[in-house]
């Protein structure tokens, strides 16, 4: 019987790698196969050819699209990552005034939708004249109440004892976060770098808000803009198109990727971190 579960349960995951991989897999072999196979013959492999590359990288900016995407992940990730921890770590080890009136305010947010907070950001982007600037890309939204949730989190876990005997060694509060608490949480803080990474990557409604301008588009508003013109194009041209939004499209899956492969690990164990005891 044992036997017979475990052989269900590698049944289960083995059907479920497929679920999830064939997109990726499907995604890759389109962008190989001319425009017209990719409607005509949608689910046939071949024949293949690089010139949907070639015609991708000489109409779509998607170079510039990449920089973009790597100056607002680079400088709003940093921001979280240094930002988040904080506000975790003195709502999880310190007391002080109205702390766990703070702490609502920071659970309240939650529970807004994204979409009601795109006006008053947009409203405030205008009056700071920030409107196709990269402060609009990067500012809003680089200290997020999930992530300080999260971050409140996973400090609590950390024994009060290291915090003391921190304190007999006469370690001031920073050099106890980054000498004793940082080593600590280090899966969690893994774990919150991917979740960081790929949010700000996916993200399209605010960039798309924001930044009206096509030298600062990120890559998941090209990738936008690319699926617009495949609806909205000819017979002839929709047939191309579809054949640059799948090159478009595999290119801007690879960063993703190999982030996770790199940190797949670390990401896994920051997940679990605190589920067995």
């Known amino acids: 019987m044992?036997?017979?579960?475990?052989?269900?349960?590698?049944?289960?995951?083995?059907?479920?790698?497929?679920?999830?991989?064939y997109p990726i897999w499907w995604m890759v072999v389109s962008s190989l196969k001319p425009?017209?196979?990719?409607?005509?013959?949608?689910?046939?492999?071949?024949p293949f050819t690089l010139d949907n590359f070639r015609a991708m990288f000489g109409s779509v900016p998607i170079g510039q699209a990449l920089g973009n995407t790597v100056l607002v992940v680079a400088i709003k990730g940093a921001i979280t990552m240094i930002l988040c921890p904080l506000a975790g770590y003195g709502f999880a080890k310190y007391s002080f005034r109205?702390?766990?009136?703070?702490?609502?305010v920071v659970l309240l947010t939650l529970m807004l939708p994204t979409l009601t907070l795109v006006i008053p950001l947009l409203l405030e982007m205008k009056q700071l004249g920030w409107i196709n600037?990269?402060?609009?890309?990067?500012?809003?939204?680089?200290?997020?109440?999930?992530?300080?949730?999260?971050?409140?989190q996973t400090i609590s876990q950390v024994p009060d004892e290291l915090l003391d005997?921190?304190?007999?060694d006469a370690?001031?509060?920073?050099?106890?976060?980054?000498?004793?608490?940082?080593?600590?949480?280090?899966?969690?803080?893994?774990?919150?770098?991917?979740?960081?990474?790929f949010n700000i990557y996916n993200d399209l409604v605010w960039p798309i808000v924001a930044v009206n301008d096509p030298a600062r588009q990120t890559v998941s508003v090209l990738l936008a803009g690319l699926a617009t013109n495949v609806t909205g194009g000819s017979t002839s041209s929709?047939?191309?198109?579809?054949?640059?939004?799948?090159a478009a499209c595999t290119i801007a899956t690879i960063p993703?990727?190999?982030?996770?492969?790199?940190?797949?690990?670390?990401?896994?164990?920051?997940?679990?971190?605190?589920?067995?005891?």
Do not use: C
Request: net charge positive.
């Open 165 to 168: 005997a921190a304190a007999i």
């Open 238 to 246: 929709g047939f191309d198109l579809w054949g640059q939004l799948m």
């Open 35 to 46: 425009g017209a196979s990719i409607l005509n013959d949608p689910l046939g492999v071949g």
């Open 2 to 21: 044992t036997g017979l579960r475990r052989g269900a349960g590698y049944l289960l995951v083995a059907l479920a790698v497929v679920v999830f991989l």
């Open 171 to 197: 370690a001031g509060t920073l050099r106890t976060f980054w000498s004793v608490v940082v080593p600590v949480i280090r899966p969690g803080l893994a774990a919150l770098a991917v979740l960081t990474f």
């Open 133 to 152: 600037t990269y402060q609009a890309l990067i500012l809003p939204g680089a200290v997020d109440a999930f992530s300080v949730f999260y971050m409140r």
């Open 256 to 277: 993703t990727v190999i982030i996770f492969l790199l940190v797949q690990r670390h990401f896994i164990k920051g997940l679990l971190a605190g589920s067995v005891k």
């Open 98 to 104: 109205f702390k766990e009136l703070l702490f609502g």
